[in-house]
């Protein structure tokens, strides 16, 4: 049971990741950056500004606010592979006592900046997940039964939806064999984009670095 709740953990938050993947594209041309605005809110830098941006695209009243029901989409579409128990940590801590179900961007962005910036919620290593995958296929053949892992991931842990399960498995399955090659299924999902809003966290925390460097010479 150990070595099924540690598959679950890093496979569950990882799968999340691929979840927006196909739609992100469309979103971004239903509402292009140049067009979303916050006058009373000024993201102090390019991480900040990422996170306001990603959550006015779901702002569908453009008051700033947002239903707590989009908030593991937000976190997703970034980047983030949370839990549904993260998603609803990030609730707990962003929703206003009497807003009716609703997320304001001044109390979601501070807070979802500084979870990227320390790398809460982060994808999990190919290593690991390599890792996870061999613990279940003990007799090291390469692959995992289709059968076996749906047991798994939709019975262990924190269940897959059946919406889920059906992306993974479109992704993973060998359709002659009905098995999953995991080492082929890891590769294809170890793209990472160099504009990544953990990369961009990184570069920020740089930045500050090297400025605090430079002042502290200059004195």
């Given amino acids: 049971m150990v070595a099924l709740g540690y598959f679950n953990c890093f496979i569950n938050r990882f799968i999340f990741s691929c979840e927006l993947a196909c739609d992100a594209d469309v979103l971004i ?32 009243h453009s008051n700033k606010t947002i239903d707590v029901r989009e908030v593991g989409t937000i976190l997703r ?21 009497d807003s ?3 997320v304001h961007l001044s109390k979601f962005l501070p807070y979802v900046s500084q979870l990227i910036a320390e790398h809460k919620l982060e994808p999990a290593p ?17 692959f995992v039964d289709r059968e076996y ?35 082929n299924y890891l590769n294809q999902l170890l793209y990472e984009p160099q504009d990544s809003i953990y990369t961009l966290a990184d570069q920020f925390k740089n930045q500050i670095k090297r400025k605090t460097i430079f002042k502290f010479y200059r004195r």
């Fill in 100 to 102: 009716n179900g609703t």
């Fill in 29 to 60: 041309h239903a509402h292009t950056m140049a067009d979303l605005d916050y006058p009373e809110i000024n993201p102090a830098n390019e991480l900040e500004k990422r996170v306001a941006d990603a959550f006015l695209i779901f702002d569908h």
């Fill in 126 to 142: 190919p290593e690991k997940l390599l890792k996870a995958f061999r613990v279940l296929d003990q007799e090291g053949k390469g």
């Fill in 77 to 97: 579409f970034l980047g983030c592979v949370p839990t549904e128990a993260d998603v609803n940590e990030v609730i707990s801590a962003t929703e206003f006592e």
């Fill in 149 to 183: 892992m749906t047991k798994l991931i939709t019975e262990e842990g924190e269940p897959f939806t059946a919406e889920e399960l059906e992306e993974m498995m479109a992704v993973a399955v060998d359709m002659a064999t009905d098995k999953i090659p995991y080492e």
